[in-house]
């Protein structure tokens, strides 16, 4: 009865509310005849044409024509990135290099109709000011990355390199204005401006760049680590403090006119410093969790940040000074900083900050540099800034006692720009101090300098190799018989893979151990954020390793490019097996993730169309995926992959023997019937075991040692019922190929499998 009322209610008000629609309607054409005398339609075409119009007036709306760069912009950034984390390169090298794509230098030389649609004139003014709204929140989280309790305690040594690093190449931008100035200055600025900017865009360290290569390099726990973050952030600092004073004298045109600004920032940094950092540390203090972290709160710490941008911007000395100043202020609170830089870093980064490489690219006409002479000078200009970043912070280094390999180490770390060169170059153009032959070299410079600090590392450590210590490796070496790396993703594999690895070792953890390994992309980590994900990725790993009484060794380690990771360490650590475990599908739980059913785990059902079509066999080329592929071909130590179906035991096993080259999974048997007393059975469908008598003799021992725990299966056809019994299937990778395609009816009827590439 209920549901009847219900649906009577609906039918009467929607009925009941649109009569009283129409009536009004009809009532107000009444007045319509009195008002309108002579009403002329604003279209007199036909339907298909006003379509079309409406449509063009719609796509070409300014609304549109930035959502349309802002999508262009970030998949085109994202696609150069991702190419050169292939090359081992940092990804910011890739999206400024998407910014000169997008830009006259090839976009708009090759394909000037897309670029005129996509960038019109009239419409950079809207993606200028977005790009500088992504500036701010970018330095607001750069100034806030940068910890100043590491900064005075290694201050002493720091400063001296830092500030050796930017007198250096500051003194040698100087000297190379004195031969630019009269044919690249613009007429309207003065020899100390065009100086000024010279040197300080010489002197700049790209702090956030450097940070994630030392992250990526595995140094950030290290003497060298410490030492470059301390000395890259003494840099940041004072870099920034020098731009302002050079951003007042040029707006001045004079060191004396410039006084009262540089004054007024004196006095703005003293009361950043004295006064409002002192609030925002009680506040912070106060709310240092995400429940306390409410939008009030949240809402004072922006409005700090806009007030600190817009003081400086009205000041003179450019409101990017004032973010990094708010940044730099906010609570030294751990917990707090990693929370907020959580909230801005993502919308900067990705979102914003790809506007303002691009905006960039727009900027840059290397087509400029049109004879050999002006590619001359932009050689010298790299040259200079090398020479004088390196080489200035490289000697520092050596005289506060650092020795040759760390010193040069720290000048090629030193002389990463990367973005902060962008910022500070923009500015120049702003400014008129640059023009744009000059702008396109510098920013050549910034990606020349940034381009070769990996290679510049890879050969000091080539040339200079680090002395060797006796490690953890060598150790277990010696001591330990089986040594298990256990690589994961998430924690819960984590714990799955942890107690397969512990039914190989539970009875012999004397004479075993168990490394977990965890990698994160260097890119999505700061230096507050990778304790905390550290100690979140372990924490289950490390309860369920008590729980066992399995003794582990956890190894995080931050990183570009996670597949290259895990085999380095699997084949540089004597490691015995590498356990890794597959990933849930994105297509689990969905329509098409039925149809595939177990295999979802394992199909790429992205190419399910080819398989359909007939390009390629449904399990030829997609039997894993592609980073589990390239770990199983360049790994020097078996791989033991295992798919995982939330199975609480591994009681029962079967081992399908499919070929000879299988034999070796009895040893795997012996260890799990060893360690976890497993009840194994060996299935012989293709009458490979009943052919060798060795193989026989092998299962005949293992049953001697432990009876009725190994059995022997020669029966060609399989029962359902048999495998639902199994909790386990241990198969090598030839064979797995083999079964997906002869007997489908394992995978579905299979709680785990485990897939041992020899």
Aim: hydrophobic share 50%; proline share 4%.
């Amino acid at each position: 009865m209920k549901k009847y009322r219900n649906l009577l209610f609906y039918v009467i008000t929607i009925a009941g509310f649109s009569g009283l629609i129409y009536y009004f309607l009809q009532k107000g054409r009444v007045l319509e005849s009195e008002k309108v005398t002579n009403f002329i339609p604003q279209l007199e075409a036909s339907t298909w044409q006003q379509f079309k119009d409406t449509y063009i007036h719609n796509l070409t709306h300014p609304l549109a024509i930035l959502l349309l760069q802002i999508i262009t912009i970030i998949l085109v950034a994202r696609a150069f990135g991702f190419l050169c984390k292939k090359i081992k390169q940092p990804t910011v090298i890739g999206e400024i290099a998407a910014g000169i794509f997008l830009g006259p230098s090839f976009l708009a030389k090759w394909m000037p109709e897309v670029s005129g649609f996509l960038f019109p004139v009239n419409s950079l003014s809207n993606l200028s000011f977005l790009s500088q709204i992504g500036l701010i929140l970018f330095m607001f989280v750069i100034g806030m990355e940068l910890d100043l309790k590491v900064l005075k305690n290694k201050a002493k040594d720091a400063v001296v390199v830092s500030h050796a690093s930017i007198i250096f190449p500051f003194t040698l931008g100087i000297a190379l204005s004195y031969f630019l100035y009269r044919q690249f200055a613009p007429g309207n600025i003065n020899f100390l401006s065009f100086a000024l900017f010279t040197g300080i865009s010489m002197s700049i360290t790209a702090f956030p760049v450097l940070a994630r290569i030392v992250q990526e390099r595995g140094l950030s726990k290290t003497k060298l680590g410490t030492i470059v973050i301390t000395c890259a952030a003494a840099d940041d600092i004072t870099a920034w403090c020098i731009l302002a004073v050079v951003i007042a004298i040029v707006k001045a045109g004079s060191v004396t006119s410039s006084l009262f600004t540089i004054l007024m920032a004196i006095a703005y940094v003293l009361v950043m410093i004295k006064l409002i950092q002192p609030f925002l540390k009680r506040i912070g203090d106060k709310y240092s969790n995400k429940e306390a972290l409410s939008k009030p709160v949240v809402a004072v710490f922006f409005i700090t940040l806009l007030l600190s941008s817009f003081t400086t911007e009205v000041i003179g000395i450019h409101a990017l000074f004032g973010a990094f100043m708010a940044g730099v202020i906010m609570p030294a609170n751990i917990s707090f900083r990693n929370i907020f830089i959580e909230k801005v870093e993502d919308v900067a980064l990705v979102l914003l900050l790809p506007l303002f490489f691009v905006f960039t690219g727009l900027r840059t006409q290397i087509g400029l540099l049109n004879d050999v002479h002006m590619w001359q000078v932009c050689g010298v200009i790299i040259a200079v800034a090398v020479t004088g970043k390196f080489v200035g912070s490289a000697l520092a280094a050596r005289f506060v006692g650092q020795s040759w390999r760390e010193s040069l180490s720290i000048g090629a770390l030193m002389n990463t720009r990367g973005l902060m060169e962008l910022i500070v170059l923009n500015i120049g153009y702003d400014l008129g101090v640059l023009k744009p032959e000059v702008f396109a070299m510098m920013v050549l410079m910034a990606l020349a300098t940034t381009f070769m600090t990996g290679p510049i590392l890879d050969l000091i450590n080539r040339f200079m190799p680090e002395r060797s210590h006796p490690d953890a490796s060598d150790l277990l070496e010696k001591e330990i018989r089986y040594n298990i790396l256990v690589s994961f993703g998430s924690a819960k594999k984590g714990v799955s893979l942890l107690q397969l690895a512990n039914n190989f070792v539970k009875k012999a953890t004397t004479n075993a151990h168990v490394t977990a390994l965890h990698l994160s992309p260097s890119s999505e980590l700061n230096q507050y954020n990778q304790e905390e994900y550290e100690r979140e990725s372990f924490q289950p790993i490390q309860e369920e390793a008590q729980k066992l009484s399995l003794p582990i060794t956890p190894l995080f380690k931050p990183t570009l490019d996670i597949t290259e990771e895990i085999i380095h360490t699997a084949n540089e650590g004597h490691f015995d097996l590498l356990l890794i475990g597959v990933g849930s599908s994105v297509f689990e739980g969905t329509l098409l993730g039925k149809i595939l059913g177990f295999t979802n785990k394992i199909i790429n059902p992205e190419r399910l169309y080819d398989t359909i079509t007939g390009k390629e066999k449904l399990f030829d080329n997609t039997v894993f995926y592609e980073h589990i592929k390239q770990i199983t071909r360049a790994s020097k130590v078996p791989v033991g992959i295992y798919i995982d179906r939330n199975t609480e035991k591994l009681e029962n096993i079967f081992i399908p023997i499919l070929s000879i080259s299988d034999s070796f999974l009895l040893i795997y048997a012996q260890k799990l019937i060893h360690n976890s007393e497993a009840r194994v059975v060996v299935l012989d469908v293709m009458g490979v075991i009943k052919q060798n008598p060795e193989l026989k003799e092998t299962i005949r021992s293992i049953e001697q040692i432990a009876p009725n725990h190994i059995a022997l299966y020669s029966e060609r056809n399989i029962e359902p019922m048999f495998l639902d019994q199994q909790d386990l299937m241990l198969i090598s990778m030839d064979s797995w190929r083999k079964t997906l395609e002869a007997e489908p009816t394992w995978l579905s009827h299979t709680p785990a499998v485990l897939i041992i590439k020899p």
